[in-house]
């Protein structure tokens, strides 16, 4: 059994990461952004989700990100490959630490922490939420469900998956923001099945009173010059461009916890 550790770090920019130590419109732009969510969830043959210590094996050490005491929101996001960064040359590539610049750049620093593996289904998420969840958080940014897609999975289950997650994590902390972000699944399982599956996120976002990004990659999936060599993975201009399709639902929930009594 291989043992998984986790490192979670601060910088001077507000980007902490999440993460295992080793191994890891129009109907052609759907098509497209379809294939790509295809690609996307291939890396869970190239890096499997990795084994999450029970509570009843020996558990890490999470240690507390720096300056957690400075004023700036924590913002979790829990993922897959496309918020890990897989494929980037440094993590701080990836729209997560993008976002956090975006919020610098607003005058609403955040503190923005990456939890994306690569491979990672919305049954995965839902297992190491407890582990995550270890740390105190303002906003849960969920972006799962690409390889449930990949995989065929019941699009019931991930809906319940996705519930579960967002009800867990205001159990542990009472009235936690959420933004959800949607995906869609690729075409080979029928109209039939991407239109139920797409359906999931915006069902789950209004039962649960969470905010959604309708799509994480609109206007990078499909475009080869978004997208490194492999056509799967986006670019750093292509996380550039998630960074902001994400912020334009964030930035509102940011600004309203910096409000007066919220």
Do not use: K
Not at 24 to 33: E, G, I, Q, V
């Amino acid at each position: 059994i291989n043992r998984v550790q986790y490192l979670q770090r601060a910088t001077p920019t507000g980007v902490g990461f999440l993460q295992p130590l080793r191994h890891d419109h129009h109907m052609t732009r759907f098509l497209f952004a379809s294939v790509a969510v295809v690609l996307v969830a291939c890396s869970a043959e190239e890096a499997p989700a990795p084994v999450v210590p029970s509570e009843e094996a020996t558990s890490p050490v999470v240690p507390t990100v720096e300056a957690d005491d400075d004023g700036r929101p924590r913002v979790v996001v829990l993922g897959t490959s496309l918020t890990a960064g897989l494929g980037l040359a440094s993590e701080e590539d990836s729209y997560v630490a993008q976002i956090a610049a975006l919020a610098d750049s607003a005058g609403t620093p955040i503190h923005a922490i990456n939890a994306g593996v690569s491979g990672e289904t919305s049954a995965g998420g839902l297992r190491r939420l407890d582990w995550v969840l270890r740390e105190p958080l303002d906003v849960l940014v969920l972006e799962l469900g690409a390889n449930d897609g990949l995989r065929g999975h019941d699009p019931l289950t991930l809906e319940a998956n996705l519930r579960e997650i967002v009800e867990r994590t205001r159990t542990r902390y009472p009235g936690t923001p959420v933004v959800i972000a949607g995906m869609q699944a690729p075409p080979n399982f029928g109209f039939m099945y991407t239109t139920r599956f797409a359906a999931v996120f915006p069902l789950v976002a209004e039962e649960t009173s969470s905010a959604l990004v309708p799509f994480l990659l609109d206007s990078v999936a499909g475009i080869p010059e978004l997208n490194q060599a492999d056509q799967i993975h986006p670019t750093v201009e292509g996380h550039g461009i998630m960074a902001r399709n994400v912020w334009r639902v964030l930035s509102n929930i940011i600004d309203t916890l910096g409000a007066p009594g919220a």
